[in-house]
Protein backbone atom coordinates (compact mmCIF):
# COMPACT_ATOMS: atom_id res chain seq x y z
CA UNK A 1 0.00 0.00 0.00
CA UNK A 2 0.82 3.25 -0.79
CA UNK A 3 1.54 6.18 2.81
CA UNK A 4 -1.31 7.64 0.63
CA UNK A 5 -3.57 5.02 0.95
CA UNK A 6 -2.59 4.42 4.46
CA UNK A 7 -3.62 7.71 5.81
CA UNK A 8 -6.90 7.60 3.66
CA UNK A 9 -7.59 4.30 5.92
CA UNK A 10 -6.56 5.99 9.49
CA UNK A 11 -6.07 9.15 9.65
CA UNK A 12 -3.42 10.96 10.06
CA UNK A 13 -1.08 14.40 8.38
CA UNK A 14 1.84 13.38 5.51
CA UNK A 15 4.36 16.07 7.21
CA UNK A 16 7.57 15.66 5.25
CA UNK A 17 8.14 13.33 1.96
CA UNK A 18 6.20 11.44 -0.75
CA UNK A 19 2.38 10.29 -0.39
CA UNK A 20 2.62 7.55 -3.07
CA UNK A 21 5.65 6.02 -1.43
CA UNK A 22 4.56 2.22 -1.33
CA UNK A 23 5.22 -0.23 2.16
CA UNK A 24 5.11 -3.47 2.11
CA UNK A 25 5.53 -3.90 5.80
CA UNK A 26 6.12 -3.25 9.04
CA UNK A 27 9.31 -3.19 11.36
CA UNK A 28 11.44 -1.28 13.84
CA UNK A 29 13.59 1.62 12.92
CA UNK A 30 17.05 -0.32 13.49
CA UNK A 31 17.81 -1.72 9.75
CA UNK A 32 14.36 -1.02 8.51
CA UNK A 33 14.79 -0.47 4.18
CA UNK A 34 12.31 1.71 1.60
CA UNK A 35 9.63 -1.22 1.77
CA UNK A 36 9.07 -0.82 5.56
CA UNK A 37 6.98 1.19 7.87
CA UNK A 38 7.97 2.07 11.34
CA UNK A 39 7.07 4.07 14.04
CA UNK A 40 8.31 6.64 17.24
CA UNK A 41 5.93 7.00 19.94
CA UNK A 42 8.07 9.81 22.33
CA UNK A 43 10.12 12.47 20.57
CA UNK A 44 13.16 10.73 21.14
CA UNK A 45 11.40 7.57 19.53
CA UNK A 46 10.37 9.65 16.35
CA UNK A 47 13.65 11.05 15.61
CA UNK A 48 15.54 7.32 15.38
CA UNK A 49 12.85 6.51 13.54
CA UNK A 50 12.83 9.73 11.45
CA UNK A 51 16.71 9.82 11.09
CA UNK A 52 16.81 5.61 10.05
CA UNK A 53 16.29 4.53 6.28
CA UNK A 54 12.52 3.55 6.79
CA UNK A 55 10.30 4.27 4.02
CA UNK A 56 7.71 5.93 6.57
CA UNK A 57 7.51 6.87 9.95
CA UNK A 58 4.47 7.75 11.73
CA UNK A 59 5.46 9.96 15.07
CA UNK A 60 3.43 12.52 17.47
CA UNK A 61 0.93 15.27 16.43
CA UNK A 62 3.37 18.08 16.92
CA UNK A 63 6.67 16.71 16.14
CA UNK A 64 8.61 18.53 14.45
CA UNK A 65 12.00 16.16 12.86
CA UNK A 66 15.19 18.32 13.32
CA UNK A 67 16.85 16.54 10.47
CA UNK A 68 15.15 14.43 7.62
CA UNK A 69 17.14 11.61 5.03
CA UNK A 70 15.18 13.14 1.85
CA UNK A 71 12.75 10.04 1.68
CA UNK A 72 10.92 8.49 4.61
CA UNK A 73 7.22 9.48 4.22
CA UNK A 74 6.50 11.04 7.98
CA UNK A 75 3.24 11.00 8.98
CA UNK A 76 1.84 12.51 12.29
CA UNK A 77 -0.92 10.36 14.02
CA UNK A 78 -2.30 11.54 17.71
CA UNK A 79 -1.87 8.13 18.87
CA UNK A 80 1.39 6.68 16.82
CA UNK A 81 1.39 3.36 18.31
CA UNK A 82 -2.04 2.67 17.62
CA UNK A 83 -2.10 3.92 13.97
CA UNK A 84 1.14 1.49 13.21
CA UNK A 85 -0.66 -1.63 14.92
CA UNK A 86 -3.79 -1.00 12.73
CA UNK A 87 -1.50 -0.14 9.51
CA UNK A 88 0.23 -3.41 10.61
CA UNK A 89 -3.08 -5.21 9.96
CA UNK A 90 -3.78 -3.01 6.49
CA UNK A 91 -0.19 -4.77 5.56
CA UNK A 92 -0.87 -8.57 6.61
CA UNK A 93 -1.20 -10.92 4.01
CA UNK A 94 -4.39 -12.36 3.72
CA UNK A 95 -4.18 -15.71 4.83
CA UNK A 96 -4.55 -18.26 1.82
CA UNK A 97 -7.93 -20.01 1.60
CA UNK A 98 -7.12 -24.05 1.75
CA UNK A 99 -10.82 -25.45 1.11
CA UNK A 100 -11.79 -28.93 3.69
CA UNK A 101 -8.70 -30.65 4.21
CA UNK A 102 -8.85 -34.19 3.21
CA UNK A 103 -8.46 -36.06 6.77
CA UNK A 104 -10.58 -33.53 8.09
CA UNK A 105 -13.88 -35.06 9.61
CA UNK A 106 -16.82 -32.48 8.88
CA UNK A 107 -20.43 -33.49 9.99
CA UNK A 108 -22.70 -33.93 6.84
CA UNK A 109 -25.35 -31.52 8.75
CA UNK A 110 -22.25 -28.77 9.55
CA UNK A 111 -23.33 -25.55 7.67
CA UNK A 112 -19.70 -24.22 6.19
CA UNK A 113 -20.22 -20.40 4.82
CA UNK A 114 -17.85 -19.21 1.92
CA UNK A 115 -13.89 -19.69 1.46
CA UNK A 116 -14.36 -21.33 4.85
CA UNK A 117 -10.70 -23.30 5.84
CA UNK A 118 -10.62 -26.42 8.04
CA UNK A 119 -7.15 -28.12 8.08
CA UNK A 120 -6.08 -31.55 8.73
CA UNK A 121 -7.79 -34.07 11.61
CA UNK A 122 -9.80 -31.51 12.12
CA UNK A 123 -13.95 -32.99 13.67
CA UNK A 124 -16.42 -31.24 13.25
CA UNK A 125 -19.35 -32.11 14.63
CA UNK A 126 -23.43 -32.45 13.97
CA UNK A 127 -25.16 -29.06 13.36
CA UNK A 128 -21.76 -26.94 14.00
CA UNK A 129 -21.95 -23.57 11.95
CA UNK A 130 -19.05 -21.24 10.44
CA UNK A 131 -18.89 -17.85 9.19
CA UNK A 132 -17.32 -16.69 6.21
CA UNK A 133 -13.54 -16.80 5.70
CA UNK A 134 -12.99 -18.57 9.10
CA UNK A 135 -10.23 -20.30 9.08
CA UNK A 136 -9.88 -23.74 11.38
CA UNK A 137 -6.29 -25.01 11.91
CA UNK A 138 -5.27 -28.81 12.44
CA UNK A 139 -6.81 -30.72 15.03
CA UNK A 140 -9.45 -28.27 16.07
CA UNK A 141 -12.36 -30.22 17.59
CA UNK A 142 -15.70 -27.91 17.00
CA UNK A 143 -18.62 -30.19 19.39
CA UNK A 144 -22.18 -30.93 18.01
CA UNK A 145 -24.33 -27.04 17.52
CA UNK A 146 -21.44 -25.19 18.14
CA UNK A 147 -21.41 -21.90 16.37
CA UNK A 148 -18.46 -19.46 14.94
CA UNK A 149 -18.79 -16.24 13.22
CA UNK A 150 -16.68 -15.06 10.59
CA UNK A 151 -13.61 -13.80 10.17
CA UNK A 152 -12.33 -16.38 12.95
CA UNK A 153 -9.66 -18.26 13.23
CA UNK A 154 -9.19 -21.08 15.47
CA UNK A 155 -5.53 -22.08 15.89
CA UNK A 156 -4.05 -25.92 15.78
CA UNK A 157 -5.78 -28.57 18.58
CA UNK A 158 -8.21 -26.38 20.49
CA UNK A 159 -11.64 -27.81 21.27
CA UNK A 160 -14.73 -25.89 21.78
CA UNK A 161 -17.50 -28.01 23.45
CA UNK A 162 -20.90 -28.40 22.00
CA UNK A 163 -23.16 -25.46 22.15
CA UNK A 164 -20.69 -23.13 22.61
CA UNK A 165 -21.46 -19.52 20.46
CA UNK A 166 -18.52 -17.84 19.15
CA UNK A 167 -18.83 -14.42 17.24
CA UNK A 168 -17.23 -12.60 14.41
CA UNK A 169 -13.34 -11.73 14.07
CA UNK A 170 -12.38 -13.88 17.43
CA UNK A 171 -8.99 -15.70 17.16
CA UNK A 172 -8.53 -18.37 19.36
CA UNK A 173 -5.25 -20.22 20.25
CA UNK A 174 -3.40 -23.65 20.27
CA UNK A 175 -4.83 -25.65 22.84
CA UNK A 176 -7.33 -23.43 24.34
CA UNK A 177 -10.79 -25.22 25.68
CA UNK A 178 -13.69 -23.27 25.38
CA UNK A 179 -16.92 -24.57 27.02
CA UNK A 180 -15.95 -27.54 29.20
CA UNK A 181 -18.14 -28.55 32.70
CA UNK A 182 -17.59 -25.95 35.38
CA UNK A 183 -15.73 -27.15 38.80
CA UNK A 184 -18.93 -27.42 40.49
CA UNK A 185 -19.95 -30.29 42.85
CA UNK A 186 -22.35 -30.78 46.22
CA UNK A 187 -20.81 -32.86 49.14
CA UNK A 188 -22.99 -35.47 50.77
CA UNK A 189 -22.74 -33.83 54.57
CA UNK A 190 -23.16 -37.31 55.62
CA UNK A 191 -20.89 -39.87 53.62
CA UNK A 192 -18.26 -37.22 52.48
CA UNK A 193 -19.05 -37.83 48.86
CA UNK A 194 -19.15 -35.43 46.38
CA UNK A 195 -22.08 -35.19 43.26
CA UNK A 196 -21.72 -33.00 40.14
CA UNK A 197 -23.73 -29.71 39.95
CA UNK A 198 -25.45 -29.97 36.83
CA UNK A 199 -22.86 -28.10 34.57
CA UNK A 200 -25.42 -27.68 31.60
CA UNK A 201 -25.19 -24.00 30.73
CA UNK A 202 -23.65 -22.47 27.54
CA UNK A 203 -21.14 -20.34 26.40
CA UNK A 204 -20.75 -17.00 24.72
CA UNK A 205 -17.64 -15.22 23.19
CA UNK A 206 -18.64 -12.17 21.69
CA UNK A 207 -16.76 -10.20 18.65
CA UNK A 208 -13.13 -9.05 18.59
CA UNK A 209 -12.29 -11.37 21.46
CA UNK A 210 -8.50 -12.93 21.42
CA UNK A 211 -7.73 -16.44 23.71
CA UNK A 212 -4.34 -17.66 24.16
CA UNK A 213 -2.70 -20.58 24.21
CA UNK A 214 -4.03 -23.30 26.55
CA UNK A 215 -6.09 -21.08 28.01
CA UNK A 216 -9.94 -22.84 29.41
CA UNK A 217 -12.83 -21.07 29.76
CA UNK A 218 -15.93 -23.16 31.34
CA UNK A 219 -19.60 -23.12 30.26
CA UNK A 220 -22.53 -21.85 32.23
CA UNK A 221 -23.67 -24.40 34.99
CA UNK A 222 -27.24 -22.94 34.09
CA UNK A 223 -26.97 -19.90 32.80
CA UNK A 224 -24.16 -19.13 30.63
CA UNK A 225 -20.27 -18.11 31.17
CA UNK A 226 -19.98 -14.99 28.38
CA UNK A 227 -16.88 -12.98 27.56
CA UNK A 228 -17.60 -9.86 25.73
CA UNK A 229 -16.67 -7.64 23.34
CA UNK A 230 -13.24 -6.79 22.74
CA UNK A 231 -11.63 -8.70 25.83
CA UNK A 232 -8.31 -10.24 25.40
CA UNK A 233 -7.11 -13.10 27.48
CA UNK A 234 -3.36 -14.37 27.72
CA UNK A 235 -1.90 -17.59 27.64
CA UNK A 236 -2.69 -20.26 30.10
CA UNK A 237 -6.01 -18.13 31.92
CA UNK A 238 -8.98 -20.02 33.80
CA UNK A 239 -12.33 -18.70 33.56
CA UNK A 240 -14.73 -20.10 35.68
CA UNK A 241 -18.66 -21.22 34.64
CA UNK A 242 -21.00 -18.33 35.22
CA UNK A 243 -18.53 -15.28 35.18
CA UNK A 244 -19.38 -12.45 32.66
CA UNK A 245 -15.88 -10.76 31.81
CA UNK A 246 -17.11 -6.89 30.23
CA UNK A 247 -15.68 -5.04 27.47
CA UNK A 248 -11.99 -4.57 26.17
CA UNK A 249 -10.90 -6.10 29.82
CA UNK A 250 -7.10 -7.20 29.68
CA UNK A 251 -6.47 -10.43 31.23
CA UNK A 252 -2.86 -11.56 31.64
CA UNK A 253 -1.35 -14.23 31.78
CA UNK A 254 -1.49 -17.47 34.88
CA UNK A 255 -4.74 -15.23 36.15
CA UNK A 256 -7.88 -17.42 37.55
CA UNK A 257 -10.67 -16.46 38.05
CA UNK A 258 -13.40 -18.41 39.78
CA UNK A 259 -16.98 -19.01 38.86
CA UNK A 260 -20.04 -16.76 38.84
CA UNK A 261 -17.49 -13.32 39.33
CA UNK A 262 -17.94 -10.59 37.14
CA UNK A 263 -15.79 -8.51 35.87
CA UNK A 264 -16.13 -4.74 34.42
CA UNK A 265 -15.21 -3.01 31.13
CA UNK A 266 -11.76 -1.97 30.34
CA UNK A 267 -10.66 -3.76 33.72
CA UNK A 268 -6.65 -4.93 33.30
CA UNK A 269 -5.85 -7.86 35.07
CA UNK A 270 -2.24 -8.24 35.38
CA UNK A 271 -0.13 -11.70 35.52
CA UNK A 272 -0.91 -13.90 38.44
CA UNK A 273 -4.18 -12.54 39.74
CA UNK A 274 -6.63 -14.56 41.61
CA UNK A 275 -10.32 -13.82 41.89
CA UNK A 276 -12.79 -15.91 44.66
CA UNK A 277 -16.15 -16.88 43.15
CA UNK A 278 -19.27 -14.73 43.51
CA UNK A 279 -16.45 -11.73 43.36
CA UNK A 280 -16.89 -8.50 41.43
CA UNK A 281 -14.15 -6.40 39.71
CA UNK A 282 -15.63 -2.89 38.46
CA UNK A 283 -14.96 -1.17 35.27
CA UNK A 284 -11.48 0.30 35.10
CA UNK A 285 -10.41 -1.35 37.88
CA UNK A 286 -6.39 -2.57 37.44
CA UNK A 287 -4.86 -5.60 39.29
CA UNK A 288 -1.44 -5.59 39.52
CA UNK A 289 0.93 -9.00 39.07
CA UNK A 290 -0.42 -11.87 41.84
CA UNK A 291 -3.21 -9.04 43.48
CA UNK A 292 -6.37 -11.53 45.08
CA UNK A 293 -10.00 -10.70 45.24
CA UNK A 294 -11.19 -12.12 48.01
CA UNK A 295 -14.51 -14.72 47.26
CA UNK A 296 -18.03 -12.27 47.62
CA UNK A 297 -15.61 -9.14 47.40
CA UNK A 298 -16.66 -6.27 45.54
CA UNK A 299 -13.56 -3.99 44.36
CA UNK A 300 -15.06 -0.87 42.24
CA UNK A 301 -11.47 1.59 42.11
CA UNK A 302 -11.92 3.05 38.59
CA UNK A 303 -8.06 3.78 37.34
CA UNK A 304 -6.46 2.60 41.13
CA UNK A 305 -3.99 0.02 41.04
CA UNK A 306 -4.19 -2.33 43.77
CA UNK A 307 -2.22 -5.10 44.78
CA UNK A 308 -1.66 -7.58 47.48
CA UNK A 309 -4.56 -10.02 49.11
CA UNK A 310 -6.69 -8.60 49.41
CA UNK A 311 -6.25 -6.43 46.83
CA UNK A 312 -5.86 -3.16 48.29
CA UNK A 313 -4.79 0.55 46.97
CA UNK A 314 -0.66 0.16 45.64
CA UNK A 315 0.26 3.02 47.62
CA UNK A 316 -1.44 1.36 51.05
CA UNK A 317 0.15 -1.95 50.38
CA UNK A 318 3.32 -0.58 50.15
CA UNK A 319 3.03 1.50 52.96
CA UNK A 320 1.35 -1.88 55.32
CA UNK A 321 4.94 -3.41 53.37
CA UNK A 322 6.85 -0.61 54.88
CA UNK A 323 5.61 -1.07 58.57
CA UNK A 324 6.28 -4.62 58.43
CA UNK A 325 9.76 -4.65 57.84
CA UNK A 326 10.26 -1.58 60.41
CA UNK A 327 8.21 -3.89 62.91
CA UNK A 328 10.86 -7.20 61.87
CA UNK A 329 14.08 -4.92 62.40
CA UNK A 330 12.91 -3.97 65.61
CA UNK A 331 12.50 -7.20 67.13
CA UNK A 332 15.45 -8.45 65.38
CA UNK A 333 17.14 -5.57 67.25
Not at 68 to 90: C, D, E, H, M
Not at 101 to 130: C, D, F, Q, R
Not at 158 to 176: D, L, S, T
Request: charged share 20%; with cysteine.
Amino acid sequence: MTVGELIERLGGELIRGDAGMDVFCVGSADGADQSVLTFGDTAAGAELAVRRGAGAAVVPEGYAPTAWNGWTAVIAAKQPRLWFAQAAKLLEDPLVVSGIHATALVAASAKLGYEVSIGPGAAIGEEVTIGDRTRVEAGVVLGERVQIGEHCRIHPRAVIYPFAKIGNRVVVHAGAVLGADGFGYVRDRETGAYTQFPQQGTLVIEDDVEIGANTTIDRGALAETRIRRGTKIDNLVHIGHNCDIGEDVVIASLTGISGSSTVGKGAILAGQVGIGDHAHVGPGVILGGQAGVLSGKTVDTTGTVLWGTPAKPLREYLRELATLSRLARRKKD
